[in-house]
């Protein structure tokens, strides 16, 4: 294996999380007497040009062809993306001779606020059935996968675009280097990149293991980030730190002869993540115990409660629940189902562990003792939509960052 970014073969193992199959790919009823395919999840650090990685061993055309995540399942992230485009309009003075392309747009959760404000846009999302429904809500969107071709023709067709978004899938592209010269022929000379990415700070200092998975090639510190847009002669001139995913970085680029200095912000984060050691390959030798560590104490939890004789079930079915759960070997004998809102889901079991899900009503019906958050990173939104558990005594329990009960 080779760095994708700088082909360098020094690569450094950082947390193996053993073999799982693809945490997307939930089965069907038919599927459960068939063979089910894993891969290995085996995070490792570029030792020359810091980039975490793992091997890709599963194609964004594996995963993306039809995709089981609709983005507006989420209340707290449809008013996330509203507040980004509200914002984006003021800071860069968008208006109906602007134009906004968002890459991976997904269902339009994001884009639908740019419609709405008459900004022209476009939205570029691989999965069929979700970019069918973006175009059935009045979205525009084309159905592709992007690269360097794809973007050429819509530079010509479209013109260049004031602002490209690209949220939650810079990670998702095993050929960084095309897809980052393709997002810079989508955006104008003096046009502006938008990035969000789970932060890698977060994810190796609080333990995050379960955002480890096989559509997620590679995991960003703001200094791997700048080295991989300056690919595309693309400059890093100011980021945030957000609260989504866990701790997520929002990276704002520029083609670098419009960049000009950066804000003090991107020297600040640096100076976070140098602190941390995550400028240096020790940093990261902390991440598999850390894992090792909430693994041995879910399942502790869970064998407890079980010896007890209570009832322990899951809400969501999300990508990082799956590697969760395998990486744990939870199944239906220590969670007996999981429940999730994408209709999409109902009626299928999780990936490996062959947990049913349910609809979200079942709770009301079984009335468990406990149950068990596996999207931990939408605490507040789920602890404010579990609340009616507490009628009937149950306990709300969150894995990660550590175990923790928010309800009862």
Request: hydrophobic content about 40%; glycine content about 8%.
């Amino acid at each position: 294996m080779k760095c994708r970014l700088c082909d360098s073969e020094r690569l450094v193992s950082v947390l193996d999380l053993g073999a799982t199959p693809p945490c997307e790919l939930f089965l069907t009823t038919e599927d459960l007497d068939l063979p089910e395919s894993t891969y290995p999840l085996h995070l490792r650090l570029c030792a020359d040009c810091m980039l975490l990685q793992i091997p890709a061993l599963v194609t964004p055309e594996d995963t993306f062809t039809e995709y089981a995540y609709f983005s507006s399942y989420s209340d707290t992230w449809v008013e996330h993306a509203r507040q980004f485009v509200d914002q984006s309009i003021s800071r860069l003075g968008l208006d109906r001779s602007s134009s906004i392309i968002e890459v991976a747009s997904n269902d339009g959760y994001l884009l639908k606020h740019a419609v709405a404000a008459e900004i022209p846009c476009l939205g570029i999302e691989p999965s069929i059935n979700v970019s069918t429904a973006a175009r059935e809500a009045g979205i525009p969107t084309l159905t592709a996968f992007l690269d360097e071709a794809l973007a050429c023709g819509i530079r010509e067709e479209y013109g260049p675009a004031d602002l490209v978004v690209a949220n939650n899938v810079y990670a998702h592209v095993p050929d960084l280097r095309g897809f980052t010269r393709a997002l810079r022929t989508l955006v104008d000379d003096d046009g502006w990149i938008s990035i969000e990415v789970h932060h890698a700070l977060n994810l190796v200092t609080l333990g995050q293991f379960d955002t480890i998975y096989h559509e997620h090639f590679q995991y960003y510190t703001v200094l791997s980030a700048q080295r991989a847009l300056a690919v595309g002669d693309l400059t890093v001139v100011d980021v945030e730190l957000l609260d989504t995913h866990g701790g997520s970085i929002r990276l704002w680029a520029r083609p670098s002869g419009a960049a000009g200095a950066p804000s003090p912000r991107v020297a600040a984060v640096l100076d976070q993540e140098r602190q941390a050691g995550l400028h240096d390959i020790d940093g990261y030798r902390h991440l598999e115990p850390r894992a090792r560590t909430a693994r041995q104490e879910l399942l502790r939890f869970l064998l407890d409660c079980r010896r007890q004789g209570l009832s322990v079930v899951g809400y969501g079915a999300p990508g990082k629940g799956n590697t969760l759960l395998n990486y744990c070997g939870i199944r239906p004998d220590l969670l007996e189902y999981t429940v999730d809102r994408n209709p999409y889901k109902h009626g299928r079991y999780t990936p490996g562990t062959r947990l049913p899900i349910l609809e979200p009503e079942q709770l009301e019906k079984d009335r468990p003792d406990v149950v068990l958050g596996l999207p931990w990173n939408l605490e507040p939104e789920l602890t404010e939509q579990l609340q009616f558990i507490s009628k009937w005594g149950g306990r709300l329990v969150f894995p990660l960052p550590s175990l923790h009960t928010a309800i009862g």
